[in-house]
């Protein structure tokens, strides 16, 4: 998961609509102060664009009014009109920070432009590269790609049981990631581990060794054994 790019324990929100209003096709913002902190990282996958206006993945973490966040989830691409653009980098994680004040514009057009694009980068980011926004809860997760179809044209024919899983397996008791968060109290945070992870996301000792990153596959086994059966370790003993 990514560093939260702020040291203020923020109330969390889940309902925004009040902080804002549609006039013609913008969104405008009504509060005091709105601060939206957008990862670096998405310029890999042409998500983001900063010149007079930022054009962005719509999967961003704002800060409203200092005094409460919310994380916003839209897969599809806004651009904002910001007062102010600076950045901020906590943890080795870069952000672009847009400081927005009353009367300016959220989104400048809010029809949506379909790309299918977005959903390769997320799956990539998210999942493959376990580059999570901190924004996300456990429960959450699980639904980031329900409305592929609607807001990217996208096929994804994956059954939401499979992500499911996918996402249980992967999240983390941070303090030992070895261990599934799932198998903890799921009280405190928890952190979510690369699918590509060849010390951590394999689950046998041959998959560990026939992966990538051979030194660090065999460190792992060594330190982790693997204590269950896998039938085709199985079979080749």
Not at 66 to 82: K, Q
Request: charge should be negative; aromatic fraction near 12%; glycine fraction near 4%.
């Amino acid at each position: 998961m990514s560093a939260r790019p702020y040291n203020t324990e923020y109330a969390k929100i889940t309902d925004i609509d009040k902080y804002f209003e549609v006039r013609g096709m913008e969104m405008i913002f009504i509060g005091e102060e709105l601060h939206v902190y957008i990862p670096m990282r998405y310029e890999v996958y042409q998500l983001l664009d900063i010149s007079d206006t930022v054009t962005t993945l719509g999967i961003v973490d704002l800060v409203i009014n200092n005094t409460y966040r919310a994380g916003l989830a839209l897969l599809s691409s806004i651009e904002i009109d910001p007062d102010e653009i600076s950045y901020l980098t906590v943890d080795s994680y870069s952000y672009v920070v847009l400081t927005l004040t009353k009367g300016s514009r959220f989104i400048c057009r809010t029809d949506i432009v379909k790309d299918k694009s977005i959903v390769y980068a997320m799956f990539m980011e998210f999942i493959t590269r376990g580059k999570w926004l901190h924004i996300f809860d456990y429960d959450a997760i699980a639904g980031l790609f329900d409305q592929a179809k609607a807001m990217c044209d996208a096929s994804f024919p994956v059954d939401h049981a499979i992500l499911e899983v996918i996402y249980s397996h992967l999240a983390r008791d941070p303090k030992n990631i070895s261990v599934q968060y799932r198998h903890t109290d799921m009280s405190g945070d928890f952190e979510m581990i690369p699918l590509r992870s060849v010390s951590y996301a394999t689950t046998s000792t041959t998959s560990r060794l026939m992966g990538s990153y051979f030194n660090d596959a065999l460190n792992a086994a060594l330190v982790s054994p693997n204590e269950e059966h896998h039938p085709f370790e199985d079979l080749l003993r």
